[in-house]
Nanobody, 123 residues
């Protein structure tokens, strides 16, 4: 699976950005997709995830401000980010988890990361 993310940029505090990520390649068994972020000097943290059934999960720090959505037909996950704060500044990574079965019934579970897109929120 290849993940192509887009939509990062520079925005003032209080503004909005929308990130998108499209999966391509061997996309069978795509399950949870989502966004993580990594600020300078910090670990990569979960921002939001969404399952193929549309069940969402958000970090407490973004609840009420960010909305994750998914188009299963287009293998795309998006993150609408509103009321951005300087502390949202980070590289945002798209992730897709995959579970499928080989011909002999053996399960294959894999996680894939996109290349990252920088979001900078100025105060």
């Amino acid at each position: 699976v290849q993940l192509q993310a887009s939509g990062g940029g520079l925005v003032q505090a209080g503004g909005s950005l929308r990130l998108s990520c499209t999966a391509s390649g061997n996309i069978r068994g795509l399950n949870t997709m989502g966004w993580y972020r990594q600020a300078p000097g910090k670990e990569r943290d979960l921002v939001a995830t969404i399952t193929s059934a549309g069940v969402t999960n958000y970090a407490d720090s973004v609840k009420g401000r960010f909305t994750i959505s998914r188009d299963n037909a287009k293998n795309t996950v998006s993150l609408q980010m509103n009321t951005l704060k300087p502390e949202d500044t980070a590289v945002y990574y798209c992730r897709a988890d995959q579970l499928y079965y080989l011909g002999d019934g053996s399960p294959v579970a894999e996680g894939h990361w996109g290349q990252g897109t920088l979001v900078t929120v100025s105060s």
